[in-house]
């Protein structure tokens, strides 16, 4: 009995000393650089190169503006005669013309009220789209706090399989066990090292993807977000997040921008069907016509008149149908986005109330319990009073808990996420 307990003591003395060891050895192999979200999603802001991109498509609304203010250029013709009767003596004459076409209707007035609608739509288009990247550069950033998370359960994981390993090889020479279970004990700890393995590529690859979001990728490190996943308790009224999002969500905006700029192509195509006149002033010299039969003095001629299109295309009134379909249209799917809206926020509503309560389940000591059984059950172990396959099981649940536990508390704060995004509101920082 004595031997017996000089032996465990000496095998309890060496798993601490390798799990020290081990411990210390540890390492994720790359360079990180810790970035918060607030800087984060300043970077995101600034860096993104899809949202740069985007933004041209303002400064482009922005020159059309400058385009449809212009006035219809004048016209200027010269011309020149000879009637070729060198012998006859008729004489050459010159000519010139200045015309310039007299819009009428307010089409130019109606061209720049189309152009500001349509820059109007389009700020309120890159707002919505900051808004969606918004969102989605902040479920990349949770993620990757959630992969670290999985990483780190997973490693300890090994760890403890790791000194089970090594204590049972000890033992096993010792003859305290059999040379089967400490084989097994090394497969499992060989086994859990694939999934830390695997775990550790899924967070690198997750951090990559902050990359993505804010326009840089480093050769030599990568970017490693630091925050605490549990910050995201908040207290909503539904009708009101209902009401908010019909007044404030981008999209909402751009709709309701969509149906003025149909408005104005309406007034730009009756504008347009609006006859415009043609002013023209023009001076004709003729030179002396010197002959015998028909002797003429120079003279110099001034005329000025308007012309008047006969726009028959009048008549046709397909492009005018068309215009007038386009504001129904708008209307429409002014409608329709309303209705999306509120059904989006009621589903993002839903689905955060749902992952409350899920992370509220694990506040009850589920966690706690687990972390007492398997430090039991590999305490009772070491000691021989039970096996190793009971070790391996709490040992599983004790993972199956904590993965189970990081993926709730990602899901309530991506559900927050979602929910003010689709409430046209934003407030998270953690």
């Known amino acids: 009995m004595m031997k017996k307990n000089i032996q465990n003591w000496i095998i309890l ?85 200045l015309s310039w076409t007299l819009e009428l209707g307010g089409k130019r007035k109606a061209r720049i009220n189309m152009a500001k609608s349509t820059a109007e739509l389009t700020k309120a288009l890159l707002e919505d789209y900051f808004r969606n990247l918004r969102a989605a550069a902040t479920l990349s950033f949770l993620e990757s706090l959630k992969q670290k998370e999985i990483f780190l359960v997973q490693l300890n994981s090994y760890q403890i399989l790791k000194n089970i390993a090594a204590t049972d090889s000890i033992r096993f020479k010792l003859g305290s066990i059999a040379e089967i279970d400490a084989r097994q004990s090394k497969l499992e700890a060989n086994s859990m090292l694939n999934e830390v393995y695997q775990s550790e590529a899924d967070w690198k690859t997750a951090l990559l993807e902050l990359g993505t979001f804010i326009g840089e990728q480093k050769k030599d490190s990568l970017n490693s977000p630091s925050g605490d996943l549990t910050k995201f308790d908040r207290s909503f009224d539904l009708n009101e997040l209902i009401t908010t999002a019909q007044n404030n969500r981008a999209d909402v905006l751009a709709a309701l921008k969509n149906k003025n700029v149909s408005q104005d192509i309406l007034k730009l195509t009756k504008a347009n069907r609006v006859l415009d006149l043609g002013v023209h002033f023009g001076v004709e010299t003729a030179s002396v016509v010197s002959n015998v039969v028909a002797p003429t003095p ?31 249209q708008a209307d429409v799917l002014y409608q329709q986005t309303e209705l999306v809206v509120q059904t989006e926020v009621r589903k993002a509503w839903f689905n955060y109330l749902t992952a409350q309560k899920q992370v509220q389940q694990f506040n009850t000591g589920l966690l706690t319990d687990a972390e007492k059984l398997l430090n039991g059950k590999i305490y009772s172990y070491k000691r021989g009073e039970t096996l190793l396959l009971d070790v391996l099981n709490a040992q599983q649940t004790y993972n199956a808990t904590q993965l189970n536990y990081f993926e709730a508390v990602y899901r309530y704060a991506a559900s927050l996420v979602e929910l003010e995004k689709a409430a046209g509101i934003w407030d998270i920082n953690f």
């Open 298 to 328: 120079s003279t110099t001629a001034v005329s000025a008149g308007i012309s008047i299109p006969l726009k028959f295309s009048n008549q046709n009134k397909g492009e005018l149908k068309v215009a007038e379909y386009g504001l129904f």
């Open 13 to 97: 003395l060496l798993l601490q000393l390798i799990s020290t060891v081990s411990n210390a050895q540890v390492d994720t192999t790359f360079t990180k650089i810790k970035m918060n979200y607030t800087d984060f999603l300043a970077l995101v802001s600034k860096n993104n190169l899809e949202y740069s991109a985007q933004k041209f498509n303002v400064n482009i609304a922005e020159a059309n503006v400058a385009a449809a203010k212009v006035f219809p250029d004048p016209e200027l013709a010269v011309g020149a005669s000879d009637n070729g009767q060198r012998r006859m003596q008729m004489g050459y004459g010159f000519s010139s013309e």
